[in-house]
């Protein structure tokens, strides 16, 4: 039996269906093992129980004890081995961390309050990472994501609820818009890796002029010829056949790594060249096409992968993993269900693990889109 006086981190994890929410909890419960002294929760539901995140939670607090939960809404859930889409499920993963090494944070909505009250804490703990949810309808989030990281200097991952009704996010007792999530110190040791979904089709190009969404020019000609340009003669024939295939890719400034954030083509005007997308752009911002493809994203997954392997010792599995994952990546880019948590496993060992699918990915305090976000306990 565990000692729950030990300071190692202990972790388990289940993931449960239902008819209801009640139900969906109970077959979480059922294959959930309970860890002595266990502290924090994550908890994942899918968007058919958005409404009652609020119960699960406080079910899952009295029967396992876990004092702080953190979580919210994917459009399917994550855990060890399985993926589950459109049905009633939860996923959790429960943990017992040193006394004092996490600090909830949240919700965050329009003033830095919760920060503030945190400050007795960041005195005296230095968050390495930053696990946190969003509300993706709230309009200040990426600055919200921008002023959590510049006043405490963690590292933020996480993701934005995905749902196609309430949008709710959690945090210990509270559940509300904005951001919220969980601070751990430094002394916990994690890794963290981002998977890219889409792979370059041209160069990296210039906008040289645009009004916030709307990109009128490119390297000095109207926008729409480079793009035309880069997806080939085949599909710049018939530009209705790109819609959820080509994509916007901006670069992250000063990475030499290929690092980028990717967003949708919102839309063309084909009588002025303009084109839109899902983010405001600037004079003098580069911008790169890129496509979906399955092939290109199976790799990069691989080499992310491979990349968090050699964190670990020879031989050595992940105390446990948090996964966030875009809604459009999984069966719709894969073929099939549970692709991504395959190889996950089968590069890293079988681990207890939770995660969902998103409605945006965070990594280092930006928002992605199209990625994949693996957070490591070692």
């Not at 949008?167 to 509270?174: K, R, T, W």
């Not at 906008?207 to 490119?218: C, L, N, P, Y």
Request: net charge negative; with cysteine; hydrophobic share 40%.
């Amino acid at each position: 039996m565990e000692d729950p006086r030990d300071d190692t981190p202990h972790f388990a994890s289940a993931i449960g269906t239902g008819g209801d929410w009640s139900g969906a909890a109970k077959d979480c419960l059922d294959n959930l093992t309970l860890v002595p002294g266990a502290n924090l929760g994550v908890l994942y539901v899918t968007d058919h129980l958005a409404d009652q995140l609020g119960s699960v939670a406080t079910l899952l607090r009295g029967v396992t004890g876990v004092r702080d939960w953190v979580g919210t809404v994917g459009l399917g859930v994550l855990g060890t081995g399985v993926e589950l889409f459109d049905r009633p499920a939860i996923s959790v993963l429960i943990g017992r961390l040193p006394e004092g090494a996490t600090r909830l944070l949240g919700p965050l909505a329009d003033g830095m309050t919760p920060l503030d009250a945190a400050q007795p804490w960041l005195r005296d703990h230095a968050p390495l990472l930053m696990l946190m949810h969003g509300d993706p309808q709230h309009a200040r989030l990426p600055g919200l994501l921008s002023d959590v990281a510049g006043r405490t200097g963690g590292f933020i991952v996480g993701g934005l609820t995905a749902s196609r009704g309430e949008q709710a996010v959690l945090c210990g007792h509270d559940s509300g818009p904005g951001l919220s999530g969980v601070m751990f110190d430094v002394g916990i040791p994690v890794a963290t890796g981002l998977t890219q979904g889409c792979t370059p089709i041209g160069p990296v190009r210039t906008i040289t002029r645009a009004d916030a969404q709307v990109v009128m020019e490119i390297d000095g000609a109207p926008a729409l010829a480079a793009l035309k340009t880069d997806i080939g003669p085949e599909l710049a024939g018939d530009l209705r056949r790109i819609g959820g295939l080509i994509m916007a890719g901006l670069p992250v400034r000063g990475d030499d790594r290929g690092d980028r954030l990717v967003r949708d083509l919102t839309a063309i005007d084909l009588e002025r060249g303009w084109i839109a997308i899902g983010e405001t752009t600037t004079n003098g911002q580069p911008i790169q096409f890129c496509r979906r493809d399955a092939q290109a994203a199976e790799t990069d997954l691989v080499r992310m992968l491979d990349a968090l392997k050699r964190r670990l010792s020879p031989g050595q599995e992940p105390r446990a993993g948090i996964y966030v994952t875009c809604v459009a990546r999984g069966a719709r880019l894969f073929g099939r269900e549970g692709a991504e948590i395959d190889l996950i496993h089968r590069h890293l060992g079988n681990f207890p693990l939770t995660g969902f699918a998103a409605g945006g990915e965070i990594s280092n305090a930006r928002l992605y889109g199209y990625t994949g976000v693996l957070t490591l306990f070692l």
